[in-house]
């Protein structure tokens, strides 16, 4: 039996009338550095609900990290430098996007929600350049910067509850850091959220096949 049947399955018995959802949200403490390989961040929920988060960036390529310097400026040199907003007084930041992946495993949740799911993440994250010189300083660097994110719950990719549910998950203004080893980031107030919608049931799924096939 192949996943898409299996879940099909657990709509119709479990949720004969239609498969609880929603939105939740939830706070997290996350540990991890973008400075070590691999880039990795992870903690658990503090508020909201009990479980974990977590994310790890594609460092493929980047120098190693014996050589902190280097490791860095390989990161802002391709990631961020050319991304300089200058355009409004007190907000002078880098912007860059890095790819990456995510775990999300609600232990203890609202029904609907326990379970774990993972998927693609590409985190935008910001820069601030607080003394608005255009250079990144040690002080900025090691400053709170912004991470925020969203990601995608694909139906029959997620373990538990969310095996059945599809819909959007989100990283919302997260503090950052990037101080060189051994130290390593801490984020005390992160909080994300998810909004979950059912997957399509076996007959909706009949259903749209029925009708694609009326146009080939
Ligand atoms: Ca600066
Ligand atoms: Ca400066």
Same mark, same amino acid.
């Given at each position: 039996m192949n996943k898409v049947i299996a879940c099909a399955i657990v709509i119709t018995v479990a949720f004969p009338v239609s498969a609880l959802a929603g939105m939740l949200f939830f706070g997290w403490e996350l540990t991890g550095t973008?400075? @070590? &390989?691999? +880039?990795e961040y992870s903690g658990a929920m503090t *508020? /909201? +609900? &009990?479980g974990s988060f977590g994310f790890v960036l @594609? @460092?493929? /390529? *980047?120098? $190693?990290? &014996?050589n902190q310097v280097a490791r860095w400026d390989h990161i802002f040199n391709t #990631?961020? +430098?050319?991304? #300089? $907003?200058? &355009?409004t007084p007190g907000a002078y930041n880098w912007k860059g996007e890095i790819d990456g992946w995510y775990t999300l495993e609600f232990t203890s949740a609202p029904p609907g929600f326990n379970g774990s799911v993972a998927g693609e993440f590409r985190p935008e994250i910001t820069l601030r350049d607080i003394d608005e010189d255009g250079i990144f300083d040690p002080f900025e660097r090691e400053g709170e910067n912004l991470i925020n994110g969203s990601f995608t719950i694909l139906c029959n990719v997620g373990t538990g509850e969310l095996e059945c549910q599809r819909g959007t998950g989100s990283m919302q203004n997260n503090y950052i850091s990037f101080p060189y080893l051994p130290a390593t980031d801490v984020m005390p107030n992160g909080s994300g959220s998810v909004n979950l919608f059912a997957c399509p049931s076996a007959n909706e799924a009949t259903s749209w096949g029925n009708i694609k096939a009326l146009y080939r």
């Open positions: 973008i400075m @070590d &390989s691999p +880039a *508020w /909201g +609900a &009990s @594609d @460092d493929t /390529g *980047w120098p $190693d990290p &014996s #990631y961020f +430098a050319v991304n #300089y $907003d200058n &355009s």
